[in-house]
């Protein structure tokens, strides 16, 4: 089980906007961790896609977003496009009785109808 | 262009060792911090391991005692000691450079990935 909890599944038409929840706790995101997204498409390695919070590398197009609030981060993707088909995950970090740990959650995929 | 490459991956039995490499290119490799990840089929990331640019190194707790994270950096690898190997070890296993992305770091490029099976 993930430290860090997505809905498994969210899907939309094409030109739609579509919104993924990251919620953690008072240990990792409630403890003023940045949150980071990545996209991984079918078959592939994942893909930085959203760093601290609500920035995107360059290349990233526009209809990303990232926010953050509290012990939750969302993802939205405005416009949908059918390139957009993916596995989205957060990650943040964790402060465990072992240090502080990469933490990913549990992955969304979007499906674009 | 950077580039991570590994290899190493293969099928294994439960108890059984495996060391990982990575080759890393188009970057300056001392000058970065980096990981492990790993990915069951059809499930989330996992991190697995880091090495920091003076060679610090850390572990979540499933691996720690098991797995060593190393660095070359005159041949610009990365490595992964595995041992006493567990089925639930089965993954594809990524090298992932990190980088400072607002006020910590994210994985900034990644590797194509190698298997470990882990069966008897």
């Known amino acids: 089980q993930s430290v860090l909890t997505q809905p498994p599944s969210v899907s939309g038409a094409p030109g739609q906007r579509v919104t993924i929840s990251c919620t953690g706790s008072?240990?990792?995101?409630?403890?003023?961790?940045?949150v980071h997204w990545y996209q991984q498409l079918p078959g592939t390695a994942p893909k930085l896609l959203i760093y601290?919070?609500?920035n995107r590398p360059s290349g990233v197009p526009d209809r990303f977003s990232g926010s953050k609030s509290g012990t939750s981060a969302s993802l939205a993707i405005t416009g949908l496009q059918a390139e957009d088909e993916a596995n989205y995950y957060c990650?943040?970090?964790?402060?465990?009785?072992?240090?502080?740990?990469?933490?990913f959650g549990g992955g969304t995929k979007v499906t674009v109808l | 262009e950077v580039q991570l490459v590994e290899s190493g991956g293969g099928l294994v039995q439960p108890g059984g060792s495996l060391r990982l490499s990575c080759v890393a290119s188009?970057?300056?490799?001392?000058?970065?911090?980096m990981h492990w990840v790993r990915q069951p089929t059809g499930k989330a990331l996992e991190w697995v391991a880091a090495?920091?640019?003076?060679?610090?190194?850390y572990y979540p707790g499933s691996v720690k005692g098991r797995f060593t994270i190393s660095r070359e950096n005159a041949k610009s690898s990365l490595y992964l000691q595995m041992n006493s190997l567990r089925v639930g070890d089965t993954a594809v296993y990524y090298c992932?450079?990190?980088?400072?992305?607002?006020?910590?770091?994210?994985?900034?490029?990644w590797g194509q990935g190698t298997l470990v099976t882990v069966s008897s």
């Open positions: 992932a450079r990190v980088s400072p992305c607002g006020s910590y770091h994210c994985f900034d490029s």
């Open positions: 188009g970057f300056s490799f001392s000058s970065y911090g």
């Open positions: 090495i920091g640019t003076t060679g610090d190194t």
């Open positions: 008072s240990s990792n995101i409630g403890a003023g961790f940045d």
């Open positions: 601290g919070n609500n």
């Open positions: 990650q943040s970090y964790d402060n465990s009785l072992s240090g502080l740990d990469w933490v």
